[in-house]
């Protein structure tokens, strides 16, 4: 089994850094401000050809109330799914209460744990390490996370303590013995669909995620901005793999004045692109606002296949249920390919259908076609309706091949393309849906046209045609000049 190592301790001591060292990333949020990390953030991390499993964490403090109180609670859920706990303490601020108290907790816990005193540059690392032997934790391993100072010392006792699996064993004597060793996958590799959950703030996304995942997860706390970080949460379900990508909600750019939330908005948009199925969330309550419109164009722009959650349907009448549905056929036209869902994430109603939509739009966004077929899916399309005339000439498409996955790209050869009106892209774009019957994912159509081979090539006259082309032109000077002469 891969090891998992949580990185623990109170707000500001650098764990976010930390994770980033170790994971090799810019994964983790960080700033020169407490309380970034909100939930756990797991990451993949290699060291000397051993893999394990990170875990950063929000900081703890043991005075927590409010949504600081939600954070403690996935800091310490952290702490009991770890094999090993990295406590990680300020060398500048010296020892804390707080210190005491997550010491104390890790001791009661029976957790195998290693004192890790961060941010000793410009400090003695012998007056750092004495400074917090109160805590009764062995002899502090000074580090510098920011710079990487001490880290090779730092995993050198971590993963000296924990014993190497029998697969690791077998490795490292095929390669003792001179053989060839083939690495089994670890857990770098994300399989399975990944999903990220986007939207504007408190419109329900991490309560969905914990809600699908059928566990606390993610924290949860009625005010808006409470996701910061896009957290990847790899799991199972009836067989299939999936990787839950909870992001931050996406405000105005107007009104984003903190530089942490810049950061959050940016991991967002990244999450979209790492994606292959969106779950756009939106309050039924709110309806559809402009602000939705505009994220929703991002993620088509990125070409990611989309299902739409309409979250806080409960409760609603059906007067306000009608008028909202009207809304969105009227304004949600350009998506008219996603599935719509009307769900209630707090009480779980309608939200185990979500998977079906996921299944069927990555389905749709990552199937191959033979040219064969795409290109008679062309033929008809061409002689139900017939391309435009342009100047005279009727614009000839000849064959259709597959150019791209997760969107379709379908690359159509042909004549005059760069005249082809959007309107006929748009008709050949829903005869290949509703031919090929995809749902949930956007079609993108690029036309090649067809060159001239001679296009450019110019013929070099040889000595005898240029004596003969002179000859000509002064004889025809010549008969001019006569007809010139007789006037």
Do not use: C
């Not at 400074?131 to 990487?148: R, T, Y």
């Not at 908005?265 to 939705?292: C, P, S, W, Y």
């Amino acid at each position: 089994m891969v090891p998992v190592i949580a990185l623990v301790g109170r707000p500001n001591v650098g764990k976010s850094t930390m994770f980033n060292r170790l994971t090799k990333t810019r994964d983790a949020i960080v700033g020169d401000l407490s309380g970034l990390t909100r939930d756990r953030q797991y990451g993949d991390a290699t060291w000397q050809g051993r893999s394990f499993i990170l875990v950063d964490t929000g900081g703890i403090t043991g005075d927590e109330v409010g949504m600081d109180e939600k954070m403690a609670e996935q800091s310490l859920m952290a702490i009991e799914e770890a094999d090993y706990v990295l406590f990680l303490v300020d060398a500048r601020a010296g020892m804390t209460a707080a210190d005491q108290m997550i010491a104390d907790h890790l001791r009661k816990r029976n957790k195998s744990a290693i004192l890790v005193a961060n941010k000793i540059d410009h400090i003695d690392p012998d007056l750092a390490r004495a400074e917090f032997s109160p805590l009764g934790m062995g002899n502090a391993i000074p580090v510098a996370g920011s710079q990487g100072r001490g880290i090779n010392a730092l995993m050198e006792e971590v993963l000296g303590h924990i014993p190497r699996d029998q697969e690791e064993e077998a490795l490292d004597q095929e390669v003792a013995e001179g053989q060839e060793a083939v690495r089994i996958p670890g857990p770098s590799e994300k399989d399975g669909i990944k999903i990220a959950i986007i939207g504007r703030p408190n419109v329900g996304k991490s309560t969905l995620v914990n809600r699908m995942l059928g566990e606390e997860r993610v924290v949860v706390y009625d005010e808006p901005g409470t996701t910061r970080d896009s957290i990847y949460i790899p799991f199972e379900r009836d067989g299939d793999k999936y990787t839950f990508i909870d992001t931050a909600g996406v405000r105005k750019r107007g009104k984003i004045h903190e530089e942490v939330e810049k950061f959050s908005v940016v991991k967002t948009l990244q999450a979209i692109k790492d994606a292959n199925v969106v779950i756009f969330v939106m309050d039924a309550r709110e309806g559809v606002v402009d602000h939705d419109l505009n994220l929703l164009g991002f993620a088509l722009e990125a070409g990611r296949a989309i299902v739409i959650a309409l979250n806080k349907w409960d409760g609603m009448e059906p007067g306000e249920r009608d008028y909202v549905k009207t809304e969105l056929e009227r304004r949600l036209f350009f998506v008219d390919f996603a599935d719509i869902h009307f769900i209630s994430a707090l009480h779980g109603t309608g939200v185990g259908n979500l998977y079906k939509s996921v299944q069927a739009a990555f389905k749709s966004a990552v199937t191959r076609w033979p040219t064969s077929r795409l290109t008679q899916i062309l033929e008809d399309a061409i002689s139900e309706h017939q391309p435009p005339l342009v100047n005279g000439r009727r614009i000839k498409l000849r064959y259709a091949h597959l150019g791209g996955a997760n969107p379709p790209l379908i690359v159509i050869h042909g004549n005059q393309t760069d005249k082809i009106p959007r309107s006929y892209s748009r008709y050949l774009e829903n005869t290949y849906r509703r031919v090929l019957k995809l749902v949930g994912t956007p079609i993108r159509i690029e036309y090649k046209g067809g060159e001239n081979p001679y296009e450019g090539n110019k013929n070099t006259l040889t000595d005898r045609q240029v004596n003969k082309k002179r000859r000509l032109m002064s004889h025809h000077k010549k008969a001019e000049k006569k007809r010139k002469d007789k006037r």
